[in-house]
């Protein structure tokens, strides 16, 4: 809901957190989007799509994860009951932001286990809805601590579907689109001739050197790598005051994260 700002008028703002950063990269997966429906997972991505919402993609449809399409303030604007939920997914008009406990370099996601053996060293998720999710659905992912452990050479299980898997059938990935990856480094994305991971930018305070230490794998990365998009003044009054007052996007990437 919205608030009064609590800053003073003409006093400055703070300067951006890392978390911040974090969501206006989110953000950014959905500039353009039109009516789609959003669905991301996480806090971050959650406040990005709202911000999103309120400034640069005014079409964008938000749900509360249950049976409503809902407003940037959470108030209610309309029914979407499970069946048309599917449809949306099955008709590619929703872009996702999914989490990941494993990525590859090509973009496959792991969120079922950990260890390739019978039984697993861990049992996480299950695959959940995530191969339909990559082969129907625009899809981007958040990891809120970028470390060798989540972006691994190859992982244990592929439940989202990467680059290189979609390669080898085409009828069936026609609809492939891995849009973008967001940690708390830096924003990557897929636009290599192989389709592997290109580092697009990196968070203020953070070196390329730092990203590539942190990667299991051979990054992509252009001679010059910018630093992501700073919020304007707006932006943030509407990260602090109205989408997340309560500053839960500093839980998920506490200021200092990554470095």
Not at 6 to 14: E, K, L, Q, V
Not at 28 to 33: K, L
Not at 93 to 111: E, P, T, Y
Not at 244 to 258: I, N, S
Request: with cysteine.
């Amino acid at each position: 809901m919205s608030r009064s700002p609590s800053r003073a008028p003409g006093a400055p703002a703070a300067p951006p957190s890392r978390a911040e950063y974090c969501v206006i990269a989110c953000a950014e997966a959905w500039r353009g989007a039109g009516e789609i429906l959003a669905s991301p997972m996480g806090t971050v991505p959650s406040v990005g799509a709202r911000l999103a919402r309120l400034t640069f993609a005014p079409d964008l449809l938000l749900t509360d994860g249950e049976a409503l399409l809902i407003g940037a303030d959470g108030t209610v604007e309309g029914w979407l009951p499970y069946r048309q939920h599917l449809a949306l997914v099955a008709g590619g008009r929703r872009h996702v932001m999914m989490g990941a406990s494993q990525l590859d370099r090509f973009g496959n996601q792991n969120i079922s286990r950990i260890g390739g053996g019978s039984p697993p060293r861990r049992q996480l998720l299950g695959v959940r809805g995530a191969p339909v999710n990559t082969l129907n659905n625009p899809t981007s992912y958040w990891v809120p601590r970028h470390s060798r452990r989540v972006f691994v050479e190859k992982v244990d299980m592929v439940c989202g579907v990467g680059y290189d898997n979609a390669a080898r059938h085409p009828a069936t990935a026609r609809f492939h689109d891995l849009r973008r990856v967001v940690s708390d480094l830096g924003v990557f994305d897929f636009g290599t001739p192989d389709g592997s991971m290109r580092l697009v930018s990196v968070h203020p305070g953070v070196t390329v050197r730092e990203v590539r230490e942190a990667t299991g794998f051979p990054l992509a990365v252009p001679e010059e790598v910018p630093c992501t998009r700073e919020p304007t003044e707006e932006e943030l009054l509407l990260i602090r005051e109205v989408i997340d007052p309560a500053g839960l996007r500093g839980r998920e990437v506490p200021e200092g994260a990554g470095r």
